[in-house]
């Protein structure tokens, strides 16, 4: 079975700080990577997403991962967080093999402080 | 692409009351997912379709729960005898292909008093 874990539950940062989530998976198979974003009061909405290829993954907002497969870790960074920043962002795992469903990870609250 | 759309967006009941809700894909989605998220935690799968069929339902958190999606296009989720423990954000996920992104929709808020 799938499952994530994102390490920091709420982190509280200053405008123009650099920013990273951790985001850990166990599955032994091939899958494919998300990170989610919930601003306040808007549904998910993907942030970026890794298939194959390149693992370092680019996404909107200037947010990136970098898929570690020997890590199993998917962690999200951003050089330098803003103000609109402030959300909740998902990890997510599916594969192939458990037909698409995603498993998400518990969330991390971010707060950035103008 | 005019988005996922889930109605209602709010749905207040008793306990012991059955409750639907609708979910309306991103049209020519072919793949149609439900997913339950409880306050503080990920969204966690609940059931998904191909077109019509159901292709995965042993998530479905008991047999008070069902779903279904009778023409290919918006789906269904109903709970029957609902409990307390049901209350929860209920959401709505589509994507074309097998490993194309999910889209969600806004949600359907369930409470039980």
């Known amino acids: 079975a799938q499952s994530v874990s994102q390490h920091n539950h709420h982190v509280i940062l200053s405008e123009a700080a650099s920013l990273e989530l951790g985001c850990n998976y166990s599955?032994?198979?091939?899958?494919?990577l998300f990170w989610y974003v919930q601003y306040p009061g808007q549904h998910l909405q993907l942030l970026l997403k890794?298939?194959?290829?390149?693992?370092l993954v680019k996404g909107i907002k200037g947010f990136e991962a970098e898929f570690i497969k020997s890590k199993f870790s998917f962690n999200l960074r951003k050089p330098s967080v803003q103000w609109s920043d402030t959300a909740e962002y998902f990890c997510?795992?599916?594969?192939?093999?458990?037909?698409?469903?995603?498993?998400f990870g518990g969330g991390t609250r971010l707060m950035v402080k103008p | 692409d005019t988005g996922v759309s889930q109605n209602p967006r709010h749905k207040i009941t008793k306990r012991g009351q059955n409750v639907t809700f609708r979910c309306d894909p991103i049209?020519?989605?072919?793949?149609l997912y439900w997913y339950r998220q409880t306050l503080g935690q990920g969204p966690e799968f609940l059931t998904y379709?191909?077109?019509?069929?159901?292709?995965?339902k042993s998530r479905l958190l008991s047999d008070r729960f069902s779903a279904e999606r009778p023409k290919g296009s918006f789906s269904t989720l109903e709970i029957q005898r609902t409990e307390q423990g049901d209350s929860a954000m209920y959401l709505c996920?589509?994507?074309?292909?097998?490993?194309?992104?999910?889209?969600f929709g806004p949600g359907t808020r369930l409470t039980v008093l």
């Open positions: 996920a589509s994507s074309r292909q097998l490993t194309d992104t999910q889209y």
């Open positions: 599955y032994g198979g091939t899958v494919n």
């Open positions: 890794y298939f194959s290829g390149d693992p």
């Open positions: 997510a795992v599916n594969s192939n093999n458990a037909g698409n469903m995603l498993t």
């Open positions: 049209s020519e989605h072919n793949r």
């Open positions: 379709f191909q077109n019509e069929a159901q292709l995965e």
